[in-house]
Nanobody, 118 residues
């Protein structure tokens, strides 16, 4: 299974950005999907996740109301719409996948860097 994240970049505080993650090598619909991030000098943290069918979205408190996770199963693609970005959102963002029987995310993308300037 391969996960390819893209869409990161340098933006200003208050701007929006949309990340994408294309999954290949296995049926996308088999997986629950998630976004994580790792800021410089910090541990990786959970951002959001979404169930196989597109429902059941869960968000970290720090992004609730600003970020929206979604997926297009026909395009094998996961999205993260990020609005009202803050400097503290600066991090490498990773997409991840897990099967319905797994308690942990098993597959990870390479990450895409989001930098938010103040």
């Amino acid at each position: 299974v391969q996960l390819q994240a893209s869409g990161g970049g340098l933006v200003q505080a208050g701007d929006s950005l949309r990340l994408s993650c294309v999954v290949s090598g296995r049926t996308f619909r088999d997986f629950h999907m998630g976004w994580f991030r790792q800021a410089p000098g910090k541990e990786r943290e959970f951002v959001a996740q979404i169930a196989r069918g597109g429902g059941g979205a869960i968000y970290a408190d720090s992004v609730k109301g600003r970020f929206t996770i979604s997926r297009d199963n026909a395009k094998n693609t996961l999205y993260l719409q990020m609005n009202s970005l803050k400097p503290e959102d600066t991090a490498v963002y990773y997409c991840a996948a897990k099967t319905i029987l797994s308690g942990v995310f098993q597959y990870w993308g390479q990450g895409t860097l989001v930098t938010v300037s103040s």
